[in-house]
């Protein structure tokens, strides 16, 4: 009888495990998915540094705003995103990932960008406002320095 107990037991935690963890997978894709739109919503933007909203964002203000509409609060400036927010991802990079980016590879993230799929990544550009370029982008390529998933 106790056995029966056991393995029942056992099985219902295993379910409820699998189905949890199904819905915290879910959240995330919704949030990701959420963010990557409202980013793209705000393509053309112009360039305000401090911006934070429509009317003007810079860099990390427009990760935070994203991140914001879908639900996720996160820090101001790129460098206390890098170190406070997420996790490092070193492979398998996803729509949503936050990519960072620094003068040199031993100083302070300066700058973020989101990961939108397929190479391209966007971001708040003080030349071009909120746009969308490559990964492999020849001035933001040789500063990346790591990437976060939230």
């Known amino acids: ?7 029942a037991f056992v ?16 959240e995330a894709a919704y ?4 963010a990557v739109s409202v980013a ?12 934070m909203s429509p ?4 860099c990390s203000g427009l990760i935070k705003y994203s991140y914001a509409s879908a639900g996720k609060t996160l820090n101001r400036t790129a460098a206390q995103m890098f170190y406070g927010n997420g996790y490092r991802i070193y492979n398998y990079i ?4 936050l990519m ?6 031993a100083s302070s993230p300066t700058h973020v960008a989101m990961y939108i799929g397929n190479g391209k990544m966007i971001m708040a550009s003080s030349s071009k406002g909120v746009m969308i370029t490559s ?13 976060k998933r939230i």
Do not use: C, E
């Open 135 to 147: 990964t492999n982008n020849s001035y933001w390529h040789p500063r990346y320095i790591g990437t």
């Open 1 to 7: 009888m106790l056995k029966k107990f056991v393995v």
């Open 94 to 97: 996803q729509p949503g990932d």
């Open 40 to 51: 793209k919503s705000n393509i053309g933007v112009p360039y305000r540094w401090g911006g």
């Open 100 to 105: 960072f980016y620094a003068p040199n590879k």
């Open 11 to 26: 099985i219902i935690v295993s379910f409820s495990t699998l189905f949890s963890n199904r819905g915290d997978k879910a």
């Open 55 to 58: 009317s003007g964002f810079d």
């Open 31 to 34: 949030y990701h998915t959420k």
